[in-house]
Each structure stands twice: as C-alpha cells, then as structure tokens.
C-alpha cells in the first residue's frame, strides 16, 4: 500500500498551490480520502474529506471557500486545490485513506501518506 503526496512548496500569501496524492495497493475507490494537516508544533488537524465516489465532500471551517477537494478514482488519485493560501496554512499535508467512510478526523484512518510540506510566507 502506498499514498504519495506530491505538489507542496513554498507559496507567498494569497497565493494557490495543488497537492496531489497518487494511492497504489488498495481499492482506492471503495475508500474516502482525507487530508489531514499538522502545523509546527502542533497537533493533527483533519482539513477536508471526500466519500468513495466522490459526491460528497467536507471541510473544515479554517478552509471552506478556499480549498477544494476532488479525486479521479480512474488514476487512483485525489487532490487539493489550495487557493488563498494563509500564512497559518504553513503545514505538511498528509493524505489519508479509510475504509469507513468520509469522516471528519484527524485519526482513524486505513492508510497515510508520507506528507507534503506547504509553507505560506506573509
């Protein structure tokens, strides 16, 4: 099993970054896909989710109407589509993968990738 992140960088404020995290070794769509994000020196924090099929999607407050979620269960592949990008978004990004269903959580997840470091310069 395998989740690789790929798509951080270093982003000036206001400015857009798209992750992407390319899933192998599973039944990538019978599984929701979440990223989750953890801050320096700061715990876990659940930022989207997204179900198996893709109609449904969640987001933490910190990020709605900033971030999209999407997936193409075709290429085994979900994405984030950062826009707006806050200094507090300084973060590595995690992909993550339940078989549970979309949930809205830092834990519990099947399968995590190794993350992706984001940074937003003010």
């Given at each position: 099993v395998q989740l690789v992140e790929s798509g951080g960088g270093l982003v000036q404020a206001?400015?857009?970054?798209?992750?992407?995290?390319?899933?192998?070794?599973?039944?990538?769509?019978?599984?929701?896909?979440?990223?989750?994000?953890?801050?320096?020196?700061?715990?876990?924090?659940?930022?989207?989710?997204?179900?198996?099929?893709?109609?449904?999607?969640?987001?933490?407050?910190?990020?709605?109407?900033?971030?999209?979620?999407?997936?193409?269960?075709?290429?085994?592949?979900?994405?984030?589509?950062?826009?707006?990008l806050k200094p507090e978004d300084t973060a590595v990004y995690y992909c993550a993968a339940n078989s549970g269903g979309l949930v809205r959580s830092a834990n519990n997840y099947n399968y995590w990738g190794q993350g992706t470091q984001v940074t937003v310069s003010s």
């Open positions: 206001g400015g857009s970054l798209r992750l992407s995290c390319a899933a192998s070794g599973f039944t990538f769509s019978s599984y929701a896909m979440s990223w989750v994000r953890q801050a320096p020196g700061k715990g876990l924090e659940w930022v989207s989710a997204i179900n198996s099929g893709g109609g449904s999607t969640r987001y933490a407050d910190s990020v709605k109407g900033r971030f999209t979620i999407s997936r193409d269960n075709a290429k085994n592949t979900v994405s984030l589509q950062m826009n707006s």
